[in-house]
């Protein structure tokens, strides 16, 4: 989704050349995107965005993506956000090796889009079980900050989608993520990993035989819900494969790792989870 100059009100960057990626390191997003990249060999220049210090709702960053999400992408001046955007936008800039196969040219958007559609559902996963929440990540004031910063516009109309982002922000201030929350957002993925599972018998990958970008999106997310605890390789053992084997790919290993302070937090949480019985597997009705 590139968008539109008046949607732009940090105006330096319509006048970067090259390839900018704005992005951090434990975005499932960002993450996607660098592994494309890596893949493709581009050359990108890296403007990383800090969460912890919520430099993605600084008026600077807003003034670039009204959303105030990472990736965000720039392109010899033109502003492109969404993840998944970004990937089909960045096939046709670098088109080999191929990472859309012919045959599914016309249809990759719409399957990228069941797998975005899942994200509210992995924000709530990530945020239920596997970071502390001794504090709301975001406070009212930042809230106010994120209504009140950059243009709010996306393609010159109120962006309905930072809308949504903010709710989310203000229902975690309000009362956090609650069990029947967090089942719902982990039967959604089972569903897709059942679906997923089924893909991948007799074949490499998730569209046949041609490691392309629906394996790159996905691979996050499978990744994201098995260090959540997740009991991937029970439920979904050809699953599993496939995304050890996309793992241990050096286009991917770095993508996929924890930051090592970022690990430690959620083994701490995790432990405590355990130790309440309140892991993902028994909140959720996965034990075996």
Known sequence: MQ???????????????????FHAPGSS?????????????????????????????????????????VPCLIDDGAVHIESNDILVHLESRFPEPSLIPAEHNDSVSDLLRHEDNLHMALR?????????T???????????????????TVGGVADA????????WRNMLD??????????????????????????????YILGNQLSVLDIAWVIYVNRLALAGYP???LHPRLAAWAATLKSDPAFAPEMALPPPFAARV??????????????????????
Request: hydrophobic content about 40%; glycine content about 6%.
């Open 3 to 21: 968008l539109s100059e008046r949607d732009i009100t940090t105006r330096e960057v319509l006048d970067w050349k090259g390839i900018h990626l």
């Open 29 to 69: 997003c960002s993450q996607k995107v660098r592994i494309y990249l890596n893949i493709k060999d581009v050359e990108w220049t890296s403007h990383p965005v800090n969460l912890m210090l919520k430099e993605n709702i600084s008026s600077y960053y807003l003034g670039i993506n009204p959303r105030g999400l």
């Open 124 to 132: 709530t996963v990530t945020f239920r079980f596997m970071m502390p």
């Open 134 to 152: 001794d504090e709301p990540p975001k406070t009212a004031q930042d809230l106010e900050r994120y209504a009140n910063q950059g243009s709010g």
């Open 161 to 168: 989608a930072r809308d949504r982002e903010i709710a989310f």
């Open 175 to 204: 009362g956090g993520i609650s069990d029947e929350a967090a089942r719902a957002a982990v039967a959604e993925f089972r569903a897709a990993f059942e679906d997923l599972e089924q893909r991948l018998a007799g074949s490499s």
């Open 232 to 234: 991937l390789e029970h």
């Open 267 to 288: 083994a701490a949480h995790q432990e405590a989870l355990a130790q309440a019985g309140r892991s993902l597997s028994e909140v959720c009705g996965l034990t075996t």
